[in-house]
């Protein structure tokens, strides 16, 4: 147990919140116009009264575009990466010719880790950290060994990166209640009443790069909270820092409702002025005349269908003459309606509406996300997927879920693009080259294929286990030998009936003479 009498991590805190501060105001402002929920202003509580945006295209933007990155993200019925090993690493590990067999256990190691991400149920904390992407342009992640996965928003932590983009700290700042500290650190901390000792205090996650690792402690008032040091590979950090869209030399990303600021807040003032004018312009009004003989009594008494004294040239009907304003209002809201859906890819049909989808239809959407977001997938598969697979594969080998392989031979990889989702594309090009061989004809191919290693490749691009579909060579050399056993019977059995007749007719001679 150490005490910090610096407090260093809390001073550290407040001069990366300078950094962070107008980042932080965009994202409240973007969420705003959208989802006011994803980034609460400053001094929020569980009380606090939320503003409603009069347009609704911001939210359904929001949660349209991250339903698609989920669904590019982690697909469910397809691994969203590929392993690959070197010919070399091949040839040491399982001898030439097996190049099939290593893609088919390549691909069984994939399923398992696609089922460790099914079975940790991550998907729903990952739709959260995609919409604060899209919002707030920034999010942070964190796998722990136990436990559900955890989303921090921008306001909760501050990072820094280096030129590159590379994050070289994190700290995360959660109020917490002393009763959920341990002991020893209750008796460090200084509570003159009673009053104070239920007071919540801030607990500051330090995680920060130091060589060729990521050393990470807990602190609460300068006390470093027991049995919370630990250290990372580089490579394997629980914390990942997201961002949406990348700027060089910033520490912190910037979001996709950003970029299309204008348009919201147009749409929202036009949309405003429209629901207030329509609710004005449909209160009715009457007018009577001053000085005329209809009494405003009378007038407002007087039941439906009853009879009343007066004058109708008394009375008129306020109406607000503004359906030309209105007309040009609606008209421009429904442009700006338009530029935002496309935006949001609310007009692209890159997916059908169906319980299943199939891996053609997932790398299309990919392929769309691509050219629609301008290579915010490519930011997301390399900062979020790669680490999130290298994660995964370390923590079930030390499990024991998965074989041990040499180290460096295992190579994760994640292509964006029409490459996208793993094994899919192999299927495309395994089909491709069957086709380019068909005009040499079916003796060539059946000589010169290896028909066994072509369906051990094919099934680990469809995905699927062949272990007990496809026959091995024990079992086709036993069908073989009983082959051959069956023919060799018939044969004798040939023999013996083309025999049969001149034993018959030898036997009936003797019988003959004998009786003779």
């Not at 911001?58 to 339903?67: E, F, Q």
Request: aromatic letters at 6%; proline letters at 5%; glycine letters at 8%.
């Amino acid at each position: 147990m150490t005490t910090n009498n610096t407090g260093s991590v809390a001073k550290r805190y407040a001069q990366l919140e300078t950094d962070r501060s107008p980042f932080l105001e965009r994202a409240r402002e973007a969420a705003e116009l959208s989802i006011p929920t994803l980034m609460p202003p400053k001094g929020h509580t569980g009380s606090t009264d939320y503003p409603t945006p009069y347009q609704s295209i911001g939210a359904r933007g929001v949660n349209n575009l991250a339903s698609k990155l989920l669904m590019t993200l982690l697909p469910p019925n397809a691994p969203f990466f590929r392993l690959t090993m070197d010919d070399f690493d091949v040839q040491n590990i399982a001898g030439e010719g097996t190049r099939g067999k290593v893609e088919e256990a390549l691909g069984r190691i994939e399923r398992a880790a696609m089922q460790e991400v099914e079975t940790k149920a991550i998907r729903v904390p990952v739709f959260e950290a995609i919409k604060q992407l899209i919002v707030a342009g920034n999010v942070l992640v964190h796998m722990p060994k136990e436990g559900g996965v955890r989303v921090f928003r921008l306001d909760r932590y501050v990072c820094q990166r280096d030129a590159m983009g590379n994050v070289l700290e994190i700290i995360i700042k959660e109020t917490v209640s002393p009763q959920m500290l341990p002991q020893k650190v209750k008796e460090l901390l200084t509570k003159p009443d009673e009053e104070q000792q239920f007071k919540n205090v801030d607990l500051y996650t330090h995680v920060k790069r130091v060589g060729k690792k990521w050393e990470v402690y807990q602190e609460v008032e300068g006390v470093v909270v027991p049995n919370s040091q630990g250290s990372y590979p580089i490579s394997k950090s629980p914390f990942m820092s997201l961002r949406m869209v990348r700027i060089d030399g910033e520490s912190y990303g910037r979001g996709y409702v950003e970029e299309f600021i204008g348009d919201l807040s147009s749409l929202e003032t036009l949309t405003k002025a429209i629901v207030q004018g329509s609710a004005a312009a449909a209160k009715v009004l009457f007018l009577v005349r001053p000085n005329g003989t209809t009494k405003q009594r009378v007038l407002a008494t007087t039941p439906n269908g009853g009879i009343a004294a007066g004058d109708a040239n008394d009375v008129s009907v306020l109406q607000l003459q503004k359906q030309g304003d209105f007309r040009v209002a609606q008209e421009t809201a429904r442009e700006l309606t338009e530029r935002l859906a496309f935006a949001f890819l609310m007009n692209s049909a890159v997916q059908r509406k169906a319980e299943r989808v199939t891996a053609e239809e997932v790398r299309f959407m990919a392929q769309e996300l691509e050219a629609a977001l301008g290579g915010v997938y490519s930011i997301l598969s390399q900062e979020f997927q790669y680490p999130l697979v290298q994660l995964l594969l370390d923590r079930m080998e030390k499990a024991g879920k998965l074989p041990k392989f040499p180290e460096e031979t295992l190579k994760p990889q994640i292509v964006t693009g029409m490459e996208a989702l793993g094994r899919g594309q192999d299927l495309n090009k395994l089909a491709q080259l069957l086709q380019f061989l068909q005009p040499l004809g079916p003796e060539l191919i059946q000589r010169e294929l290896n028909v066994n290693d072509y369906i051990d490749r094919l099934g680990a691009s469809l995905g699927i286990d062949t272990d007990g579909l496809i026959k091995s060579e024990e079992q086709k050399a036993q069908e073989q030998q009983m082959a051959q056993q069956q023919m060799m019977q018939q044969q004798m059995m040939q023999l013996a009936e083309k025999a049969t007749p001149p034993v018959a007719q030898g036997l009936m001679k003797q019988q003959e003479q004998q009786g003779n």
